[in-house]
């Protein structure tokens, strides 16, 4: 098992709370292996502000689209990080483009479209008209009428472009950073992501065969808790059990990157699962929830034969701090999400299929997507499940969770699933930009 250490607790007692630094008067992060999350980071609309600048508009990587929807000069996307609006656009020589959807005139949003394809963008309050590279090229009236009003002489429209970001891709992955600190995209990934993306998305031609969006009532923060936590997935999710999809008892793991900020939980297909899902009952001993005896009626629902050959059942890259590339299964799905203050997050879905698909694995793809969806169970029941964790929390000011699943103390990946290690790594590394004191 590949151990790797970041954060030392040497002498430190981690059952008994202690305060390690405060961004602001009111919030103390309890302990520095960060098994204990304060839970005003959740409510409190000042964090919350705080996130906008220091996460999504500081030193971090967020993704915008897949190349493939943007094949053509032309075509657009827009997106958000965090709280702003995004255009990512192909220009004429085939590179990608992104910059704040405001005009540089007033700050009014130019495009008001989720995607399509233009030549230029057009403000549709003065007009002001900008390249598909952000740069303004037209002023209506610049000159005034009749030698009256007009742009004054040193006016200079160089001066006045959109505002650009900058943009670096990854197995056709678009990010974008606002940030000059930020460091490259491949070293704030890690080799851990970039052979994911290249197992998922490069040995085939990516093509996207659905949208679904989702509102949930929960903070963005609860969603990467969330999608870091494999503790949950045969609990909540406890068809997937009945169904033979994800068991407790399979292999599987953690494995992150240098700073602990973006996880790949997988678990793989084992001959023996099946005689070790025998012994499930004493694992959910005293809970009253499982009943060895459901079975599908139809097990050809949910046991359609993987594209690939490496046996990874499952498999979910989290990417600080939003986006997340799954594999549930044959179910292949870029997810972001869209902070829309700190009770609410919008769970945006894109579906991926490949060109090279077999009609058998197209129709495969759609069967098992139904379990992942906000329509199906999975997304269902995490909805719900971070819409009562929100409300519960905020019962709770003051006091703060507790993340011991898998051990305390240090970060580091793991050859098992039972574990909420990952979610600290997280944290750990939202405590620093924030700018907490440790």
């Not at 974008?176 to 031609?205: K, M, V, W």
Request: aromatic letters at 10%.
């Amino acid at each position: 098992m590949n151990q790797k250490k970041t954060t030392h607790l040497e002498g430190i007692d981690l059952n008994t709370p202690r305060s390690i630094g405060n961004s602001k008067p009111g919030v103390k992060w309890p302990t520095s292996d960060f098994s204990r999350v304060p839970y005003e980071i959740f409510f409190e609309q000042k964090y919350y502000n705080q996130e906008m600048e220091k996460i999504f508009l500081g030193p971090t990587w967020n993704y915008l689209a897949h190349s493939c929807e943007i094949p053509n000069e032309g075509d657009f996307v827009t997106n958000w990080i965090g709280d702003t609006n995004v255009i990512v656009n192909r220009a004429t020589n085939g590179e990608i483009h992104a910059f704040k959807n405001s005009c540089s005139h007033r700050g009014t949003r130019i495009v008001d479209e989720i995607r399509g394809n233009s030549t230029r963008h057009v403000c549709p309050y003065h007009l002001w008209t900008f390249n598909l590279e952000g740069n303004l090229t037209n002023v209506p009236l610049e000159k005034g009428v009749k030698d009256k009003g007009g742009m004054p002489p040193c006016f200079n429209k160089e001066s006045h472009n959109l505002n650009k970001l900058r943009v670096e891709t990854v197995g056709g992955m678009i990010f974008a950073t606002f940030s000059e600190e930020t460091e490259p995209l491949a070293d704030y990934l890690g080799p851990h992501c970039q052979s994911q993306i290249a197992r998922l998305l490069g040995q085939r031609t990516p093509k996207v065969t659905g949208y679904m969006r989702q509102m949930i009532a929960g903070n963005w923060k609860l969603y990467n808790e969330n999608v870091r936590d494999p503790y949950h997935a045969s609990l909540l999710h406890l068809f997937q059990v009945s169904f033979g999809i994800q068991q407790p008892t399979m292999k599987g793991g953690i494995k992150m990157d240098k700073d602990s900020k973006n996880t790949w939980n997988h678990s793989i297909i084992s001959d023996d699962d099946t005689e070790s899902n025998n012994d499930l009952s004493e694992a959910y001993d005293g809970t009253g929830k499982y009943d060895p005896n459901i079975k599908l009626a139809d097990p050809s629902l949910a046991h359609v034969p993987l594209d690939l050959d490496d046996g990874y059942k499952t498999t979910l890259l989290s990417m600080f701090p939003t986006s997340v590339l799954a594999q549930v299964d044959n179910t292949y799905a870029i997810r972001h999400l869209r902070p829309k203050g700190p009770g609410k997050v919008e769970l945006n879905i894109t579906y991926l299929g490949f060109e090279e698909d077999t009609e058998e694995q197209a129709f495969g793809k759609k069967l098992t997507a139904n379990f992942i969806g906000p329509s199906g169970y999975i997304s269902m029941e995490d909805g719900e499940a971070l819409r009562l964790e929100q409300d519960g929390l905020k019962m709770r000011t003051g006091d703060h969770s507790v993340l011991e699943m898998g051990g305390i103390g240090e970060i580091a990946d793991t050859d098992y699933l039972s574990q909420e290690i990952s979610i600290r790594g997280f944290w750990s590394y939202y405590h620093k930009l924030m700018g907490f004191e440790v």
